[in-house]
């Protein structure tokens, strides 16, 4: 769950971007937050990931069965940039890396590497240096990635820009099956697609607000601000 | 107009190298210790020569074996040096003619005023190096392969002791430096009465012993064979060396105080005198 | 000409034949130049992250302090430490004074700079994102600094291979606070520096040899390392 209010946040002495008065998530859904360029998405993604701190207002998540809690905890909530940064390894070094942080060793580490390997169809690149992959290849890493923690929620930034057809599809896929294991996504992209086709929720960011609407009825029903969704 | 600018420049620079080689000629370069250069004895004596004769002299401060090496390559002129072994091998070998002895002085063993391992006062040089190694004393030679290190060596030899205690430290510098070090680390050394008198207002350390026959330090002045090379400037070193040991230089020498002290005995012609450089200051 | 050709030959005949008062002298080099290295490059790592990840007042000025720093001369750096380590110096009880301590402590201090220096700009040439990523990832703050580390480990290098040329080839501090003492203090420089004043340059050729060719491999070390940081800046 998470709950958001009186939120608003600019740059230097700028006016703010927007400003969200409230807004509620169940946090099990795959939402699609729509925007032109410049409106402020990755803005507000980064702000709910508490990879920065909002100008003003408060952002609380509920994961579980936890008590409501300001900065979300990572691994639980994962925020992946538009340009994932891979580190400069192989690709199954990058899953070595997480595994080493998650303190998994030995026989363990190797086989949840290899069967996210597999899941995310990266087992033919494992030994290629993580930076030679092709773009729709670099963002199934990334999310392999994070899949490896078993996130609550992902927050990605414009997983499907500037890829070609073949790759919108296979990362398509490969968010519908992780949102099948349970993983709330909120994905932003400022075109429609296959992709944000199969979303839940929008979340229409214009003229400094927020719109949210709700998809599964066919046609996306703008409600005014601080409705439930 | 570029051409006419260019020609003058190249006049001009064609005077300039007919101007310095003309000065080149009058030119001498002496090659010599750096203990007598630190002693300001040179400072003192070349300007009287320079002043009576048409040549201006170079001095080139280096090490004993240094100063002999630039003589044997024909680097310089002629050298001053205090290292009798040495210098005689270098005249035998055919580097070096008219050797003339100029003058003396002395070396004095100098320590810690509170003398822990016990030389102070003695006169027997040989005696205080051989209790310095017997007690494992902090020992700073030059270490150099200098006149004064060349000394010390001798000393070493006479007292039938390899320096190789494990407080004795070569150092490969010149004296003003070992000075220094000695005095930093509350060791002893041998050092020239020269330098000695010029640092001690800067360093914690006494004379402990002195006036040891064998101490005894004779200079010499040795010009550089002109039959080995060509450019020597050896008719102005003649002069130079022949001024040094005339009665004017000699005189000279003898009326040179440092900080008050008597530091240089001239000794030209004389059969070497040892007991002169006992008690010297 | 013959003359020299005699030398070159005698200080090859010195490097090859291992010579042992020459391979002492280049052990010392070595044993000093790489502990100052060893000792500077942890607090300079942290110092450089600081510098390139924390946005504090002043954080300019102390960049260009640390510029400034690069360019003191070796003597004065030598000078300073003689006069505090000096018997009648602030640190003289301690006395370091023509040991190899002193001459690590002065290596160290010459290195510091140019380590700095250095392992600033390739850390901030690191994206943002590399931290933001690990940290998400899971990894602690010591595990993400160690990331951002092993992401900039050609520049890393590169910096440890500059600064270790810088302190191993200068002469100027090692003489003063070292003092040239044989089977001690006497580094590659300082016997040059001072026992060709005995006149017998074969050790002095031979040891400039071993400098000149260390200059060499750091030098095509660093070519190696700086062609693969561009590779990743590219990739």
Not at chain 1, 3 to 21: A, D, Q, T, Y
Request: proline share 4%; aromatic share 6%.
């Amino acid at each position: 769950m998470l709950e958001v209010s009186r939120l608003s946040h600019g740059f230097g002495r700028r006016p703010p971007l927007w400003e969200i008065p409230h807004l509620r998530w169940d946090g099990r859904s795959l939402v699609h937050l729509r925007g032109d360029n410049g409106s402020g998405k990755t803005t507000l993604l980064r702000l709910l990931a508490g990879l920065d701190t909002p100008r003003r207002g408060t952002i609380r998540w509920t994961l579980d069965d936890g008590a409501p809690a300001a900065p979300p905890r990572f691994g639980d909530l994962l925020y992946l940039h538009q340009q994932p940064y891979l580190f400069d390894t192989s690709v199954a070094g990058n899953l070595r890396h997480v595994a080493r942080w998650q303190g998994w060793r030995g026989d363990d580490a190797r086989s949840r590497i290899a069967s996210m390997l597999a899941r995310c169809g990266l087992a033919d690149h494992a030994r290629q240096h993580a930076r030679s992959l092709s773009g729709g290849e670099r963002m199934r890493l990334a999310l392999a990635r994070a899949w490896l923690l078993s996130p609550r929620v992902l927050l990605l930034d414009e997983p499907t820009a500037s890829l070609d057809r073949q790759a919108i599809d296979d990362i398509t896929a490969l968010i519908l099956s992780l949102r099948e294991t349970g993983c709330a996504i909120v994905l932003s992209a400022h075109q429609q697609s296959v992709l944000t086709e199969r979303c839940d929720a929008e979340w229409h960011l214009e003229r400094g607000g927020l719109q949210v609407g709700d998809m599964q009825a066919g046609i996306a029903e703008p409600r005014p601000l601080g409705a439930d969704s | 107009m570029l051409k006419r600018r260019l020609s003058l420049l190249a006049i001009a620079a064609v005077t300039a190298m007919l101007a310095t080689g003309a000065q080149a000629a009058e030119i001498i370069r002496l090659a010599t210790t750096t203990s007598t250069y630190n002693s300001g004895l040179l400072d003192y004596l070349l300007p009287k020569f320079e002043q009576d004769h048409p040549y201006q002299i170079q001095v080139i401060p280096v090490g004993t074996g240094k100063a002999l090496r630039l003589g044997r390559d024909g680097d310089v002129d002629l050298v001053l040096t205090h290292a009798p072994a040495a210098e005689k091998a270098f005249v035998d070998a055919g580097y070096g003619v008219e050797p003339h002895g100029v003058m003396y002085n002395d070396f004095v063993i100098v320590g810690p005023s509170d003398d822990p391992a016990g030389i102070k006062g003695g006169d027997d040089a040989v005696k205080a190096l051989a209790t310095l190694a017997d007690k494992n004393a902090t020992f700073v030679s030059r270490g150099d392969d200098s006149g004064t290190n060349k000394k010390e060596n001798h000393l070493w030899k006479a007292a039938g002791v390899t320096p190789d205690f494990s407080n004795y430290k070569a150092a490969g510098q010149g004296m003003g430096a070992v000075l220094k070090m000695t005095s930093e680390l509350q060791g002893y050394t041998l050092t020239d009465r020269g330098t000695w008198l010029a640092m001690k207002d800067n360093l914690d350390l006494s004379i402990l012993v002195e006036g040891d026959t064998k101490l005894f330090n004779p200079y010499q002045v040795i010009l550089v064979n002109p039959e080995r090379y060509k450019n020597l400037n050896t008719e102005g070193a003649r002069a130079l060396a022949q001024w040094l040991i005339s009665d004017e230089g000699q005189t000279l020498i003898d009326a040179f105080r440092l900080k008050g002290k008597v530091l240089f005995h001239a000794s030209a012609g004389e059969a070497v005198d040892p007991s002169k450089a006992v008690g010297a200051n | 000409m013959h003359e020299l050709m005699a030398t070159m030959g005698k200080a090859l005949h010195l490097l090859v034949s291992f010579d042992p008062a020459l391979w002492e002298i280049i052990g010392v080099s070595f044993r000093v130049s790489l502990t100052a290295i060893l000792v500077a490059l942890p607090p300079a790592l942290l110092v450089a992250l600081v510098l390139a990840r924390v946005a504090f007042p002043g954080r300019w000025l102390a960049i260009s302090l640390v510029n400034t720093f690069m360019a003191v001369p070796t003597v004065v750096v030598g000078l300073v430490l003689f006069m505090l380590l000096s018997r009648s110096g602030p640190l003289g009880e301690w006395q370091l004074l023509f040991t190899q301590r002193a001459m690590v402590i002065g290596q160290i201090i010459l290195a510091s700079p140019i380590l700095i220096a250095m392992l600033h700009s390739s850390l901030q040439s690191i994206d943002q994102r590399a931290w933001e990523t690990a940290r998400q990832l899971g990894a602690g703050r010591l595990q993400a600094f160690a990331m951002l580390i092993h992401e900039a480990r050609f520049g890393v290098i590169a910096a440890v291979l500059a600064a270790f040329g810088r302190i191993i080839a200068e002469v100027g501090s090692a003489v003063m606070i070292g003092g040239n003492i044989e089977h001690f203090t006497r580094t590659i420089t300082t016997a040059i520096a001072l026992e060709t004043l005995k006149g017998e340059f074969a050790q002095g050729i031979a040891l400039g040899m071993v400098l000149l060719l260390l200059a060499l491999l750091l030098n095509v070390l660093l070519g190696v390392m700086r062609g693969r940081g561009q590779q990743m800046v590219s990739a």
